[in-house]
C-alpha cells in the first residue's frame, strides 16, 4: 500500500520567515495531494490540494509544489504569523473504487512572535 | 464549521467495556472515513463507507466495527475496550472516494481506564 513520509516533525521559526515541510510518497498511482492543518482541540482542516497534472499552486501566503518524477511535495508557508502555529499533515490517495488518503505523521510547526 | 458532527465529544469508560461513537457527515457527502488519532501520533485509517458500504479498511482491531446507515450517518463500535485504545477518533466525510478533500469533525476523546 501507499507509505507517506514527512519531514521534519517539528519546525519552529520566527514570525515573518517562510517554512518548508516535505512529503515523500511510494505509490506512483497516487494523483490527489492534500495538505491539512490540525489546531489545539480540533479536526484537522484542508489547507491546500494538489492534483498529478499540476506543478504548483498558490493560495495567498502558501503554496504547495509536486514533482511527480521524484514523488514528492512540498508545503510553502511565507511570511508566517503566530495563527500559523499548528499540526500540519500532508497526505495521497489516488482514484479507485475503494480508497482512502495515506497521511504522513505530522509536523508541528511553532512561529515565534 | 466542517459541517460534519461528531457525538459524544469526550467518553471515559473502563476496560472490557462497549461504546459507540457516532458520525453525521457533511450535507451531500456520501464517503465516511474513521480515524485513530494516539496521544503524538499521526492519523491511522481505520475504515470507509460510501454510500452505506464498506469500501476500505485499514488497521481496524477485529474489536472494532463500524456501519453506515440509509441517512449516510455513520457508527463506529469499540467493544472489549483496552487501555491502549486511549485516542481521538475522528469522522471525516467527503463527496466522492478517495481523490475528494476530506472534511473532519472536532474528534470523540475517548479515555479507558
Known amino acids: 500500500g501507499e507509505n507517506v513520509e514527512q519531514h521534519p516533525s517539528t519546525l519552529s521559526v520566527q514570525e515573518g520567515d517562510s517554512a518548508v515541510i516535505k512529503c515523500t510518497y511510494s505509490d506512483s498511482a497516487s494523483n490527489y495531494f492534500p495538505w491539512y492543518k490540525q489546531e489545539l482541540g480540533k479536526g484537522p482542516q484542508l489547507i491546500i490540494d494538489i492534483r498529478s497534472n499540476v506543478g504548483e499552486k498558490k493560495d495567498q501566503r502558501i503554496a504547495v509544489t509536486l514533482n511527480k518524477t521524484a514523488k514528492h511535495f512540498s508545503l510553502h508557508i511565507t511570511e508566517t504569523q503566530p495563527e500559523d502555529s499548528a499540526v500540519y499533515f500532508c497526505a495521497a490517495s489516488f482514484n479507485t473504487n475503494a480508497g482512502k488518503s495515506t497521511f504522513g505523521d505530522g509536523t508541528t510547526l511553532t512561529v515565534k512572535p | 464549521d466542517s459541517g460534519v458532527t461528531q457525538t459524544p465529544k469526550h467518553l471515559i469508560t473502563a476496560t472490557g467495556q462497549r461504546v459507540t461513537l457516532r458520525c453525521s457527515p457533511r450535507s451531500g457527502d456520501l464517503s465516511v472515513y474513521w480515524y485513530q488519532q494516539s496521544l503524538d501520533q499521526g492519523l491511522q485509517f481505520l475504515i470507509q463507507?460510501?454510500?452505506?458500504?464498506?469500501?476500505a479498511k485499514g488497521n481496524i482491531l477485529e474489536r472494532f466495527s463500524a456501519q453506515q446507515f440509509p441517512d449516510l450517518h455513520s457508527e463506529l463500535n469499540l467493544s472489549s475496550l483496552e487501555l491502549g485504545d486511549s485516542a481521538l477518533y475522528f469522522c471525516?466525510?467527503?463527496?466522492?472516494?478517495?481523490?475528494?478533500?476530506?472534511?473532519f469533525g472536532n474528534g470523540t476523546r475517548l479515555t479507558v481506564t
Open positions: 463507507y460510501y454510500n452505506g458500504e464498506e469500501r
Open positions: 471525516a466525510s467527503s463527496v466522492g472516494l478517495s481523490d475528494s478533500p476530506l472534511h
